[in-house]
């Protein structure tokens, strides 16, 4: 599936991706909001969210997503690709692997500096979980490896 920037307005929509398997899924646009529920060996490549994101029940997926707020509930064994303005936050995950938000198509930089979003901002690998309150390091989730990126 892949919707171009021209199929998905002028950003002020919300979107929601659920109950997929086994699909790849672009959105190269800008847009308010993105909800993933229930998507299982999924690759989404998702353009700049204006706000907030959740992200809910998926495994043995890859997700690639810049937004001001990410929320990550029972992920298990998934890779995200991340652009946030705020500490991503993961509850209830096992084998989360988080990198920094690495796509690309023709007009991103202007979409993400319209939704707010810069390098400089970028809290990608400051991750809260909120399911391991202990002040040594979360075993639910790491740093994706530079050589393991896609």
């Not at 929509?13 to 909001?33: F, I, N, S």
């Not at 690495?102 to 930089?109: A, I, K, P, R, V």
């Not at 740093?143 to 990126?149: H, M, Q, S, T």
Request: glycine share 6%; hydrophobic share 40%.
């Amino acid at each position: 599936l892949c919707r171009p920037a021209a199929d998905l307005g002028d950003g002020d929509a919300e979107y929601m991706l659920e109950d997929l398997k086994d699909m790849t899924v672009w959105l190269c646009g800008p847009m308010r909001a993105l909800f993933i529920h229930r998507i299982q060996n999924c690759q989404i490549y998702s353009g700049p969210v204006k706000g907030s994101m959740l992200i809910e029940d998926v495994r043995n997926c890859s997700v690639m997503v810049a937004a001001h707020q990410i929320r990550i509930h029972a992920a298990i064994e998934t890779d995200f690709y991340l652009q946030v303005r705020s500490n991503p936050i993961v509850e209830h995950c096992s084998g989360v692997r988080v990198a920094p938000y690495e796509m690309y198509y023709t007009g991103l930089q202007r979409h993400r500096r319209e939704a707010g979003l810069s390098d400089s901002n970028d809290l990608w690998q400051q991750v809260h979980d909120f399911g391991w309150l202990r002040a040594t390091a979360s075993p639910n989730w790491s740093v994706l490896p530079a050589g393991k990126r896609k």
